[in-house]
């Protein structure tokens, strides 16, 4: 079983501040945190015991997981962290409010920017001040040799590009625990959980605009992972289309989430 869920809400995402986050890494709010314990309630309630948790390098997310699963009483599961689970990095856009990149950029192409696959928005100046590249947590000592990306050099990605530095770790990590029958818990970003939906769903680039991804919310997934030891590879035979364990909160969520621009 794969269970994927958002951070809860941050100090950026709530309507009063409305700023892009992206690579910044912006804390959760108290409701945020009460989001993520209510998500380790509902993990408990449906008797979901994850047996390992995959977070980004972003305080939010893992802040998240941890109330998750001390809830649980989860907190000792093996935990994997990577900058691959990072929200989508959102360019020159980190740090500006959404009303003000509207009125910049109009709303078609924010709209392409925020919810489509391949427009990636304006670069992010490696010496601005919402720049990753000096941070440490993206610096060589932590590479994890999948492919020659280096993340302290990103500057701005759509869609398609959270999936191609996503997809060998989704590989290489998740699905061999998914296959070997494991509840894998990932706690990840909007951007990354719509870009899961897409290949688990096979959404097209229309499904994947309306797909808006509410703060705080687990969705389970049950799925057949299939191991071929010959090829030494993992392929998803089966997946339902995903259920959210608090639909009402999820619809609330979604809602805010619009609400914002
Ligand atoms: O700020 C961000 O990084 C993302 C998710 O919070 O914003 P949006 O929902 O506008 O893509």
């Known amino acids: 079983m794969l269970v994927i869920m958002r951070h809860g809400q941050s100090t950026w995402t709530q309507s009063s501040v409305n700023k892009f986050a992206g690579w910044v890494d912006v804390p959760l709010t108290e409701q945020g945190r009460d989001q993520a314990r209510h998500a ?14 995959f977070t980004s390098l972003l305080s939010r997310s893992i802040t998240t ?3 998750a699963l001390d809830t649980c009483d989860r907190l000792w599961i093996p935990v994997h962290r990577t900058w691959r689970l990072n929200e989508r990095h959102y360019g020159a856009f980190q740090g500006q409010t959404r009303p003000e990149m509207l009125a910049q950029v109009g709303a078609e192409r924010l709209q392409a920017i925020r919810r489509g696959t391949h427009t990636r928005p304006p670069e992010l100046a490696l010496d ?13 000592q932590f590479a994890d040799q999948l492919d020659m990306i280096n993340p302290a050099l990103i500057r ?5 590009d959270v999936w191609q530095r996503l997809q060998p770790y ?3 990590e998740i699905l061999p625990k998914l296959a070997a029958g494991q509840t894998v818990l990932i706690v990840t970003h909007g951007s990354v959980v719509r870009q899961i939906v897409r290949v688990l769903n096979h959404l ?3 499904a994947i605009q309306q797909l808006n991804v509410p703060t705080g919310v687990p969705m389970k997934f049950e799925l057949t992972v299939e191991h071929n030891a010959a090829a030494g590879t993992n392929t998803i035979v089966s997946s339902d289309e995903g259920t959210y364990l608090d639909e009402q909160a999820a619809r609330a969520g979604i809602e805010a989430v619009h609400a914002l621009v």
């Open 65 to 67: 997981a941890n109330i």
């Open 156 to 160: 701005a990605e759509c869609l398609d």
């Open 204 to 206: 097209d680039d229309d």
């Open 128 to 140: 601005a001040p919402y720049a990753q590249c000096h941070d440490p947590r993206y610096s060589a």
């Open 40 to 53: 380790g309630e509902l993990l408990a309630q449906y008797h979901i015991k994850p047996d390992v948790v």
């Open 170 to 172: 989704w590989n290489a």
